[in-house]
């Protein structure tokens, strides 16, 4: 199964008059992309992966994000790749982080290079 990377992107920089569109979390698609159109239980897919039922619960509910270990083992058991599970769940962790800080990093400036003295 071939998935597009590109709805779980948002912009990097944004300005008041740009929506943000939250990225998706690997919970969500895990569940919407793979087990619904597989037709498979949150129990077979934890058997397969090798981890308890609550602990792919954690991940399919969002109260844990995906760590190296669990996208080794969804990559092993729905022929995907590691990579995709982590970059999504690092663009989601941005979004979020950067929502968190919107005031505090707007008060960040760039630094520049300063001069050099003549």
């Known amino acids: 199964m071939s998935l597009s990377f590109l709805d779980t992107h948002a912009n990097d920089r944004t300005d008041d008059t740009t929506a943000l569109q939250a990225p998706l979390t ?7 992309r793979f087990l619904r159109p597989l037709n498979i239980t ?11 039922q609550p602990r792919l619960n ?49 008060q960040i400036q760039l630094i520049r290079r300063a001069a050099p003295h003549a």
């Open 58 to 106: 954690q991940v399919l509910s969002d109260r844990n994000g995906i760590k190296p270990e669990m996208a080794l083992r969804l990559e092993r058991a729905l022929g995907t790749n590691a990579r995709f599970w982590l970059e999504m769940q690092m663009e989601f962790d941005l979004a979020k982080t950067r929502e968190q800080l919107r005031g505090e990093l707007d």
């Open 26 to 32: 690997p919970g969500k698609v895990l569940r919407e």
């Open 42 to 52: 949150q129990r077979q897919v934890a058997e397969a992966l090798g981890v308890s």
